[in-house]
């Protein structure tokens, strides 16, 4: 069964960094975009940010613009997100996702696989 395996989530203040990480199971997600979500509480599921196969292309959600970079080790089958300079905004349950292609979305219902989530909490 095909996975996505997120970590690094945890408490942190404001001003603060946190890496998340999620890892693949299998190979072909090396060829596949890859995005991270957020669902904060009583919110819905948002976009923030993606990136393609290679590394080439990212998006980003304009509040964390500058504040948080994507980025893939296809060696490793990992991708990351750095997340410098939290706020309280931030805090909900972030998740990583992968689609069947090689160009990035920004919809959640564009993405095909699901990691179960972990939670980002920053107090101020």
């Known amino acids: 069964q095909v996975k996505l395996v997120e970590s690094g989530g945890g408490l942190v203040q404001a001003g603060g960094s946190l890496r998340l990480s999620c890892a693949a199971s299998?190979?072909?997600?090396?060829?596949?975009?890859r995005g991270w979500f957020r669902q904060a509480p009583g919110k819905g599921r948002e976009f923030v940010a993606a990136i393609n196969w290679s590394g080439s292309n990212t998006a980003y959600k304009d509040s964390v613009k500058g504040r948080f970079t994507i980025s893939r080790d296809n060696a490793k089958n990992t991708v990351y997100l750095q997340m410098n300079s939290l706020k309280s905004e931030d805090t909900g349950v972030y998740y990583c996702a992968a689609r069947r292609t090689a160009t990035i979305a920004q919809r959640d219902a564009d993405y095909n696989y699901w990691g179960q989530g972990t939670q980002v909490t920053v107090s101020s």
């Open positions: 299998e190979r072909t997600f090396t060829s596949y975009a």
